[in-house]
Structures are given as structure tokens and as C-alpha cells.
């Protein structure tokens, strides 16, 4: 038992003896004295739920706010990153590129982060000569794009700077954050439905 939960239960048992004292003060029949025991019991077994599994609160939280406005489920525990998976598999990250906001699907299958070309207008990149173009092997097929380095990427308080992307129109709609992407992190892990990063 940690100090915290002796602390909770030293608590927990002043409550309960002061609960017990202003009950016998009160010189109630015992049928009253039963339903409200049950009643603080109940009262105690919420409170206890709540401070034991505030994580797992949090979590369910985000991922209802997420349902209802669209928004990569994403938190910050201290400097790490928490995602948690989405309905289609994937985890999804919420980030500003050079200040422009764009959402980025998590693909440790990838090597280099990849943007698409409406992203990269977005976030007024500067995109490499046509001649140092680079050919991509993708689940479309071969893809022509072009490199170019994102001056800042931002998540809440996070920050990193100069990252090599690619760009194309190839890639549709979906802008992809590769390895060197989690190569920036000291160490990067999935467990359950949620993938942690931290810097």
C-alpha cells in the first residue's frame, strides 16, 4: 500500500466515523439509519470510483469529445503524447505545421512523413526542385513527390523543428507521419488502444 492509499484511507475512516457520530446523534429510527448507511456508502463508492480510475475517465472522455467534434483523440500526460486509437484502426495525431493545423495519421510503416499538396499550400512550404523529385512505392502504386522541410511542427506544447517531409498530390487526402517522425522521440509505444510518445 502506497502512502497515497493510507492517506485515503485514514480519510476515508474519519469520514466514516463522523458520518456514524452525527447519525447516533440524531436518534433516528433504524429503518432511517439503514437508508442513509446505504446512501453515504453509495456516495463513498462513487468517490472511490472516480479517483481510481480517473485515467481510464479521461481516456472515455476524449474519445466521446473526439466522436462528437471530429478531432484526433489526443491528450498530454506531462511532455508525452497520448493518442488513442480511432474507429478505423489508426491512431491520429492533431498538429500545426508551421501554424497550420492538419491531422496526421501514425504510420511507423512508413519511412519518411508524408503531406499532401493542399497541406503543403496550407502550411507555405517550400518544396525542392522538380529535378531532386523522389519516387515512392505507396498501396497506390509508384508516386512521384517532392521534399521539402517543415520549418515547425507543433502539438500543444511540443515543438520540433525542421522536419523532412514529401509531398505530392498522390496522396490524397491524407497526410502521414512516418519514422522519422517517432525517430524524434526517445521511445514511442502501443498499448491496448492507446500509443504514447514521449519526447
Given at each position: 500500500?502506497?502512502?497515497?492509499?493510507n492517506?485515503?484511507?485514514i480519510y476515508?475512516l474519519?469520514?466514516?466515523?463522523?458520518?456514524?457520530?452525527s447519525?447516533?446523534?440524531?436518534?433516528?429510527?433504524?429503518?432511517?439509519?439503514?437508508?442513509?448507511?446505504?446512501a453515504?456508502i453509495?456516495?463513498?463508492a462513487?468517490?472511490?470510483?472516480?479517483m481510481?480510475?480517473?485515467?481510464e475517465?479521461k481516456?472515455?472522455w476524449n474519445?466521446?469529445?473526439?466522436?462528437?467534434?471530429?478531432?484526433?483523440?489526443q491528450?498530454?500526460?506531462?511532455?508525452a503524447?497520448?493518442?488513442v486509437?480511432?474507429?478505423?484502426?489508426h491512431?491520429?495525431?492533431?498538429a500545426?505545421?508551421?501554424?497550420?493545423?492538419t491531422?496526421?495519421?501514425?504510420?511507423?510503416?512508413?519511412?519518411?512523413?508524408?503531406?499532401?499538396?493542399d497541406?503543403?499550400?496550407?502550411?507555405?512550404?517550400?518544396?525542392?526542385?522538380?529535378?531532386?523529385?523522389v519516387?515512392?512505392?505507396t498501396?497506390?502504386g509508384i508516386?512521384k513527390?517532392?521534399?521539402?522541410?517543415?520549418?515547425?511542427v507543433?502539438?500543444?506544447?511540443?515543438?520540433?523543428?525542421?522536419?523532412?517531409?514529401?509531398v505530392?498530390?498522390?496522396?490524397?487526402?491524407?497526410?502521414?507521419a512516418?519514422?522519422?517522425f517517432?525517430?524524434?522521440?526517445?521511445?514511442w509505444?502501443?498499448?491496448?488502444?492507446?500509443?504514447?510518445?514521449?519526447?
Amino acid at each position: 500500500m502506497t502512502s497515497d492509499d493510507n492517506a485515503r484511507l485514514i480519510y476515508g475512516l474519519m469520514l466514516i466515523g463522523l458520518m456514524v457520530a452525527s447519525l447516533a446523534a440524531r436518534r433516528l429510527p433504524l429503518k432511517q439509519y439503514a437508508k442513509m448507511i446505504l446512501a453515504w456508502i453509495a456516495i463513498f463508492a462513487v468517490a472511490f470510483a472516480i479517483m481510481s480510475f480517473r485515467p481510464e475517465m479521461k481516456m472515455a472522455w476524449n474519445r466521446i469529445s473526439g466522436e462528437l467534434t471530429g478531432a484526433p483523440r489526443q491528450t498530454m500526460q506531462g511532455d508525452a503524447i497520448q493518442l488513442v486509437r480511432q474507429d478505423d484502426g489508426h491512431f491520429w495525431m492533431r498538429a500545426q505545421l508551421n501554424g497550420h493545423q492538419t491531422d496526421l495519421m501514425i504510420d511507423s510503416g512508413a519511412t519518411t512523413t508524408a503531406i499532401n499538396s493542399d497541406t503543403a499550400r496550407g502550411a507555405m512550404l517550400t518544396l525542392d526542385p522538380v529535378e531532386e523529385s523522389v519516387e515512392l512505392s505507396t498501396a497506390n502504386g509508384i508516386v512521384k513527390a517532392r521534399t521539402a522541410s517543415v520549418e515547425v511542427v507543433s502539438i500543444g506544447e511540443l515543438a520540433i523543428d525542421d522536419l523532412d517531409v514529401v509531398v505530392s498530390d498522390g496522396f490524397g487526402d491524407t497526410n502521414v507521419a512516418g519514422m522519422n517522425f517517432l525517430d524524434l522521440f526517445d521511445s514511442w509505444n502501443v498499448k491496448g488502444d492507446v500509443m504514447t510518445l514521449k519526447p
